[in-house]
C-alpha cells in the first residue's frame, strides 16, 4: 500500500521544517510527501534532502483550506491519502501503524481512518485550567435545549455528528479502554490534522467543498458525512498518533466558525427530515439568543451572530441564487 502525505502550509517555515523532520524519521517511510504553498507569504521551498519523494506544489490563487487539500489529493499518486497539518509532528510510528490497521481491513477501499491528536501547550495563549472550565460551561448553556439528546448520538471516541448539524470531536486516549491498545471505534468524523482516506474514494466524492468559507472550520465533518453516504465507515484509533500545538481562538475565527456551520448545517442537515429541521431550528435560535444577551458583556459575541447571518447567505447564494443565474446562462 502506498501512502501519499498531504501538508497545506500558511507559511510557517519552521513549524514545517519540524513537521518534515519527524516524517523522514519514520519506521517505515511514505510513498511521497505532498506540500501544498497556500499564503503569498509562503516560505522559500525547504532545501534540506529527505528519504522520500517531496512534491511542493503553488496554491496562492486558490485560497482556502479545503482547496489546497483538493489540489494536493489531484496530484496525489499512492493509494492512500493522508492529511495532516503543517504545525504536526507524527509519531515515529506512524506510517507504519496506518499500514497496519488498513492490513487487517478486507474493504480498505471504502474505509476512512481517524487517527489520534495529543494537543500540546507550545502557544503561551494555551487555555488555561480556568478558561477551560468556562468553555465547558458556555459550551453547556449554547447547546442547554438538546443536551439531553446529545447522549444518546454522541460517540466515545473520534467526531460526532448530530442530527441538527453540530459537529464535535474527542481524543479519549487518557481513558483506558480507549487507549492505545484499545480496537478501532466507529465514528462520524475526524480532524485533517490526523485524517486517512482511499484516494479513490476521496476523488469519487469530489473531495473537500470549495464552497466553505476560509477557516479551518467545517471541511472534514462534511466530507465524511458524504463519503458515509457513499457507504464509507469511519473508525477512530489511538495508536495512530500526531502531536499538534493547542491554539488559541479569535472573534474572527469564531465568525467562520457561525458561518460554516450554518451553511453545513442547511447543506447536510436540516432538510433531512421533519425531526431534523425542528431540532435544527431549535439549536440555532437558541444559540442566537444566548449571543444577544452576551453581547451586552463582550460585543464581540455579536461577530457569532453575523456568522450565522453570513453562513444563511451563502447556503442561499450557492444553492439557489448561484444555480438560478447557471439557469439563465444556458
Known amino acids: ?29 511514505p510513498f511521497e510527501v505532498i506540500v501544498v504553498l497556500n499564503n503569498k507569504n509562503n516560505p522559500q521551498i525547504i532545501q534540506e534532502k529527505y528519504s522520500f519523494p517531496i512534491s511542493w506544489i503553488d496554491a496562492q490563487k486558490q485560497k482556502g483550506q479545503s482547496r489546497a487539500k483538493n489540489i494536493g489529493a489531484q496530484n496525489a499518486r499512492g493509494d492512500l491519502l493522508a492529511f495532516i497539518d503543517d504545525d504536526c509532528k507524527v509519531k515515529n510510528d506512524f506510517i507504519e501503524k496506518i499500514k497496519s490497521f488498513y492490513k487487517s481491513q478486507e474493504n480498505w477501499q471504502k474505509i476512512i481512518l481517524v487517527g489520534n491528536i495529543i494537543f500540546t501547550h507550545h502557544y503561551p495563549k494555551s487555555f488555561s ?15 442547554l435545549p438538546l443536551l439531553i439528546l446529545e447522549s444518546f ?20 486516549t487518557k481513558i483506558p479502554q480507549y487507549g492505545q491498545n484499545a480496537k478501532p471505534i466507529a465514528c462520524d468524523w475526524g480532524g485533517a490534522g490526523n485524517l486517512m482516506i482511499p484516494r479513490k474514494l476521496f476523488l469519487h466524492s ?14 472534514e465533518p462534511e466530507l465524511c458525512l458524504r463519503l458515509k453516504n457513499l457507504g464509507a465507515q469511519i473508525y477512530f484509533s489511538a495508536k495512530v498518533i500526531v502531536d499538534h500545538p493547542e491554539i488559541s481562538t479569535q472573534a474572527q475565527n469564531f465568525y467562520h466558525l457561525r458561518a460554516n456551520e450554518m451553511y453545513f448545517g442547511l447543506k447536510n442537515c436540516a432538510f433531512h427530515s421533519p425531526i431534523s429541521f425542528v431540532l435544527f431550528c431549535i439549536y440555532h435560535i437558541w444559540q442566537t439568543f444566548i449571543y444577544i444577551l452576551l453581547s451586552f458583556w463582550k460585543i464581540e459575541y455579536f461577530k457569532r451572530i453575523q456568522g450565522k447571518i453570513k453562513g444563511v447567505r451563502h447556503f442561499l447564494i450557492i444553492n439557489f441564487f448561484g444555480k438560478a443565474r447557471q439557469g439563465n446562462k444556458k
Not at 510557517?12 to 521544517?17: E, I, M, Y
Not at 485550567?129 to 447547546?143: F, S, W
Not at 473537500?208 to 471541511?219: K, T
Open 1 to 29: 500500500m502506498k501512502i501519499s502525505i498531504i501538508i497545506p502550509t500558511l507559511g510557517r517555515k519552521k513549524a514545517l521544517s519540524q513537521c518534515l523532520n519527524a516524517l523522514n524519521q519514520q519506521l517505515v517511510l
Open 129 to 143: 485550567p480556568k478558561q477551560y472550565k468556562q468553555n465547558i460551561l458556555k459550551d453547556r448553556i449554547l447547546n
Open 153 to 172: 448520538f454522541k460517540k466515545s471516541a473520534g467526531g460526532t455528528i448530530f442530527p441538527w448539524g453540530r459537529c464535535v470531536i474527542q481524543y479519549n
Open 206 to 219: 469530489s473531495g473537500f467543498d470549495n464552497h466553505l468559507m476560509h477557516g479551518c472550520h467545517f471541511e
